[in-house]
């Protein structure tokens, strides 16, 4: 039996963590097969050594050596197959060194990291899935941004809007089509094609094209016009699996419902706004002041200001009574020309 031979052996009889985290890069390699085959092995998600297990995965995930972080990622994947949602106490830390460490590895990497990430939405860690991809956008090589994009248009295309919600994506679009890199925005402009299959095209134009420049606007425009709705998820979370085997088990006779993953989801434009609290930058504006002078250009300018803040698509919740008691003192006001169109929006504050 050769030294490396011997020390491989050896090594089984030691703990999971000091197997992972071994010196000897094939001690580790050697530990992540037999962490996989373990898991692949387990058949119930209560198993202790799942909550055991999940520890170790933020490092081993990050190894500095391409193989075994490759090996590292398959038993990851075999953990969160065998896993339920109470694994999800480690996705937040085992997302961010995925993202930090595997998105620029090999396109077989890349690919196992993104099979991760949609492992942890099936087990509902959605927020944690979304909170690494808005860190892995704002990485300096694109080669790491592409694929966090991508895993957002697949998580929501098989899950679906319910599950992966598009306000989140919204969000860091914009940032995405500025991006220097041709192959970035390609990607962005299919996420945004998908969210108009889910939320439908005027909707996304209407939260999107606010916080775009000009050019990307016109650019966009003519990607949406062929944009069509009425998409339904083709894959469903892990406790809906669950659900539908102890169906079979039960032996439930009569026509199968439709679930609720499968309903197209109706979208309230409103609900994929942020509240803006108006109310704060009114405080700081000459507002207060000019409501209450003698000339009235001055009380225009004071609702003018009013109006501008108010004409957000949704305003934070706050204490309005002051600014409501101001404005019914103003009627006489409203029969000016100058003053009709700016009450139509501040008097329904």
Partial sequence: MSEEEKLLKNA?????????????????????????ALCDSITDPKDHR??????????????SNAPVQ??????????LKAADSDAGRYAKEVCDAIVAKCLTGRPKTVEKAQMVFMLWVELEAVDAFLDAMEKAIKNKVAKAVVPAIDVMFQALSEFGSKIVPPKRILKMLPELFDHQDQNVRTSSKGL???LCRWIGRDAVKSILFEKMRDTMKKELEAELVN????????????????????????????PCKES??????????????????????????????DVKA???????????????????????????????????KMDKDV???????LFVVTRKL
């Avoid at 799942?50 to 190894?63: H, Y």
């Fill in 50 to 63: 799942i909550r055991e297990l999940g520890r170790f995965f933020k490092k081993t995930v990050a190894d």
């Fill in 70 to 79: 490759d090996k590292a990622l398959d038993a990851l994947i075999a953990y």
């Fill in 12 to 36: 089984k009889k030691l703990p999971w963590e000091d197997r992972l985290l071994h010196k000897n890069w094939k001690v580790r390699n050697d530990a992540n097969i037999d962490l996989a």
């Fill in 260 to 289: 609720a993953a499968e309903i197209p989801q109706e979208i309230d434009e409103y609900e994929l706004v942020d509240p803006v609290d108006i109310l704060t930058p009114l405080e700081k504006s000459r507002f207060w002041k």
């Fill in 227 to 254: 944009a069509s709705g009425g998409a339904k998820p083709t894959r469903k979370i892990r406790s809906e699996q669950d659900k539908e085997v102890e169906a079979e088990v039960v032996g439930s006779a009569g």
């Fill in 335 to 341: 029969e000016n020309d100058g003053f009709q169109k």
């Fill in 294 to 328: 003698s000339k009235w250009i001055e009380r225009k300018n004071a609702v003018e200001e009013l109006n501008k803040l108010a004409s957000t698509k949704r305003i934070a919740p706050g204490d309005f009574v002051e600014v409501s008691r101001t404005l019914k």
């Fill in 192 to 194: 945004t094609l998908e």
